[in-house]
């Protein structure tokens, strides 16, 4: 049987959890962690993700491993909350999976990614 992309980010979603954009504040002041994997040419044109970590795809792996040699500081252990951040939402699902893979147990991802979160934060600006 051959699946879609489409049908991957939905296995992906069973697996893992999914965060709301009012939930990341609350995420990060816990010790969680939120990682934005969106490459630099579209954090430059969306822009910045309040309080997440830039790591890009390709590198997440070796970068969030804790036993790894290229792991970042802000990477404790499996047991941390790891947050992935995309565009939209999708990227972000399949990265999650890949981290659960990696004994990360609360391994979740952005719903609606960076889009939703700046719709929410502009809002709640709004709403002041």
């Known amino acids: ?3 879609t992309a489409d049908d ?5 979603r069973r697996r893992i ?3 709301r954009p009012e939930a990341l504040a609350g995420i990060i002041a ?3 962690l939120v990682v934005d994997i969106r490459p630099m ?3 430059a044109e969306e822009g910045e993700l309040d309080g997440a970590v830039v790591v890009e795809r390709n590198v997440l792996e070796w970068r969030l491993d804790p036993s790894g040699a290229h792991r970042i500081p802000q990477v404790r ?3 941390q909350t790891v947050v992935v ?3 939209e939402g999708y990227a972000s699902s399949l990265a999650a999976a890949s981290l659960l893979d990696l004994g990360f147990s609360g391994a979740a991802d952005l719903e609606g990614g960076f889009r939703a979160w700046r719709a929410w934060n502009e809002q709640r600006l709004v709403r002041r």
């Open 8 to 12: 991957l980010v939905d296995l992906a």
């Open 17 to 19: 959890g999914r965060v």
């Open 30 to 32: 816990r010790g969680g």
């Open 1 to 3: 049987m051959t699946r």
């Open 41 to 43: 040419a579209q954090r």
């Open 85 to 87: 951040a995309c565009s």
């Open 77 to 79: 252990d499996h047991r």
